[in-house]
């Protein structure tokens, strides 16, 4: 099916040879002037993000693509002219061939640009290519039509022409497969001969006089280095390939200048690294083979075992072909290899030998494993760690929760709510991802100021009191006041403390699923022992230190009761979602937040943009075109 402007209504075009720092922004400066865009992306590596050299863009109209396309084509973007051409999304059009024209032996001085006017005469282009390297033009392009009769055109009158005084080739495009087969056929009818190790004692007109015997000898070669002395190999073309053939049967494996030379069909570059490549493959599979299920890795070894010990020691367990302790420098790595004659008898010697000590050390005995293999094992055991983490039940990825040291008076709950108990696993948090990733920004609910604990003593004689308040109960020390005292008070007094609190108070539960409860009533007594959670002046500076004493899901609540009150004072409405989400970086960087208000407050202002580009997003009509690539 031939390719034709029709097939693209979308108005998406390609953009190719990009600057590495060309960004979306410079892209939509300059192709805006052509009509309004809907969507730029300039395809970047996923890992590190660096740009690949060209991106696509999406126009409203199709028109307007078109008048991009051909206005701008091979215009300068940061020193390099750049390529444009219809995005073609099907993959079997680019790879068809259909109407697609090669071109070689192309002057260094062609570019992209003056191939393009050289054959746009022949009718509308898709893509037009020179093939460049590092040191510019290798001599070769492509151009890509619209339709099969004007890559036909183009044939016919530039095939031999002449493009800046040099005879170009102008032909139809042929796959890498299509050119194998081609040159597979004509290898068999070989007229070229390679001959090899002849010593340097050697000259054409010697190798003429050798190689003429078989037949007519249309060209002799030696090859010499750059003093003029013979390199060792040489070629000799035949008329015809009965000669070839004729010289390769007679002479590979027969003395000149008493050597042995090898003489065979001459091969290109490629199609020798290819055979070699082949032949190192089949060699390496096959001794795979050999050594499945046979090989033994033994490490743990003790310094003084050598290749010998190792084979006394393994000996009993069946016939050993080989072993070897791997070494370095005259001394043992540790480890080495005993390779068994049968996949019985290497069985046998790992359940016999595993775990045995030898000399001084219990060795490790297992199948020895090619490096990939072993490697994909450790890949996959790290994946199925990472995955059993993420499962495991917790507080959830992007959400901030609350410790559980509150005590919460007993309060009416609806049938449909249920408590949730403190979970001790840490939960694992990703790097924050506010704009892409999360529907709804994660919002901090500061704590309400609750009643600080007092000694058992003090606790016993004001039960009634409290019981008459009906307020709310105390709570363990505030999360600053245990940090200083961790020094002073042991875990077992605090345990007494929490342990009386419950047996005083037998209507209240113990729960981290309820936030901000309010006092419900008050008295006088209670007025005196209240205290604000939030501590701001007069506060002891937060060091890594203390920090670090209080337990892990503990830590993002004393970071919290720190950052809120100084988010408060800069947006106070939008303060307990701006904390929310400063609380997903780690601990460090938030503790050099606090130390650093310049710091604070840029993370703040990207939060706040963050924010009010979800807004924006979430209002925006439903039916507003979705970016096309």
Same mark, same amino acid.
């Given at each position: ?18 600057? +590495? ?14 009509? +309004? ?5 300039? !395809?970047?590596?996923?890992? @590190? ?7 696509? =863009?999406?126009?409203?109209? +199709? ?7 051909? @206005? ?7 020193? &390099? ?43 509308? =282009?898709?893509? !037009? #290519? ?118 390769? @049967? ?22 020798? $690294?290819?055979?070699? #490549? ?9 001794? %795979? ?11 743990? *070894? ?9 084979? #006394? ?7 050993? @072909? ?16 005993? !390779? ?22 219990? *060795? ?103 019981? $008459? ?24 007094? /605090? ?7 419950? &047996? ?7 729960? !981290?699923?309820? /936030? ?15 205290? +604000? ?44 979602? %701006? ?11 938030? *503790? ?38």
């Amino acid at each position: 099916m031939n390719a034709t402007r029709a097939e693209y209504p979308l108005a998406s075009l390609y953009i190719g040879d990009l600057h +590495p720092d060309v960004t979306e922004a410079m892209l939509y400066e300059k192709f805006s002037p052509a009509g +309004p865009i809907m969507s730029i992306r300039v !395809c970047r590596d996923i890992a @590190t993000r660096r740009s690949l050299g060209y991106a696509y =863009i999406n126009f409203q109209q +199709p028109a307007d693509a078109e008048r991009a396309l051909d @206005t701008m084509n091979f215009e300068v973007i940061k020193g &390099r002219p750049i390529r444009i051409m219809w995005s073609q999304r099907d993959p079997g059009l680019r790879k068809s061939g259909v109407g697609n024209v090669f071109i070689k032996n192309l002057d260094d001085s062609i570019d992209n640009k003056a191939l393009y006017d050289t054959f746009s005469a022949f009718g509308d =282009i898709l893509s !037009c #290519k020179v093939v460049c390297d590092e040191y510019g033009s290798r001599g070769y392009g492509f151009v890509h039509f619209e339709t099969q009769e004007a890559a036909n055109r183009a044939i016919q009158t530039m095939n031999g022409m002449l493009l800046n005084d040099r005879k170009v080739f102008v032909g139809h495009f042929k796959s890498r497969r299509e050119r194998e087969l081609e040159y597979g056929a004509k290898v068999m009818e070989f007229t070229n001969v390679y001959i090899k190790n002849f010593g340097e004692d050697m000259d054409d007109k010697r190798l003429k006089e050798i190689f003429s015997a078989f037949g007519n000898t249309l060209s002799v070669k030696v090859m010499m280095d750059n003093s003029g002395r013979s390199r060792g190999f040489g070629f000799v073309n035949y008329g015809n390939h009965e000669e070839a053939q004729k010289a390769v @049967t007679e002479m590979n494996g027969k003395e000149v200048n008493g050597r042995m030379v090898y003489v065979g069909r001459a091969q290109k570059r490629i199609e020798r $690294q290819g055979e070699l #490549k082949r032949k190192f493959e089949q060699i390496k599979q096959e001794r %795979i083979n050999r050594y499945q299920g046979v090989n033994l890795y033994v490490k743990n *070894l003790d310094d003084g075992i050598d290749d010998d010990r190792l084979r #006394k020691e393994f000996s009993p367990y069946g016939t050993i @072909t080989s072993t070897k302790v791997m070494t370095e420098g005259g001394h043992s790595k540790g480890f080495g290899f005993v !390779c068994f004659s049968s996949p019985e008898e290497a069985t046998k010697a790992v359940t016999e030998m595993n775990g045995r000590i030898v000399s001084t050390k219990p *060795l490790y005995v297992a199948l020895a494993q090619r490096k990939e293999e072993r490697k994909a094992i450790l890949t996959n055991q790290y994946m199925q760690r990472l995955a059993t983490m993420r499962a495991m039940p917790g507080p959830l990825l992007g959400s901030f929760q609350q410790p559980a040291n509150y005590f919460l008076p007993t309060m009416p709950q609806p049938s449909n709510r249920a408590f949730y108990s403190p979970n001790p696993v840490a939960p694992v948090r990703p790097a924050p991802q506010w704009a892409s990733h999360q529907s709804r920004p994660p919002q901090y609910q500061p704590p309400a100021p609750l009643m600080r604990a007092v000694p058992p003593r003090r606790m016993h004689s004001n039960i009634s009191t409290m019981k $008459q308040a009906s307020t709310q109960v105390p709570r363990v020390p505030l999360q600053s006041q245990r940090v200083a005292n961790i020094g002073t008070q042991t875990a077992g007094a /605090r345990a007494q403390v929490n342990a009386s609190i419950m &047996r005083a108070m037998p209507h209240y539960k113990y729960s !981290c699923g309820v /936030r901000n409860v309010q006092p419900i009533g008050s008295s006088a007594h209670l007025q005196q022992v209240l205290e +604000p959670a939030v501590l701001m002046q007069g506060q002891e500076p937060l060091t890594a230190s203390l920090l670090a004493a209080a337990p892990l899901q503990e830590q993002k609540q004393i970071l919290g009761e720190r950052i809120y009150p100084l988010i408060h004072e800069m947006h106070p409405t939008l303060a307990g979602k %701006i904390t929310g989400m400063l609380l997903e970086i780690d601990n460090s960087e938030l *503790l050099h937040m606090l130390e650093s208000p310049e710091s604070l407050h840029s993370k703040v202002e990207e939060a706040v943009a963050v924010l009010q580009a979800h807004q924006a997003k979430e209002s925006a009509p439903k039916s507003a075109p979705q970016s096309l690539i």
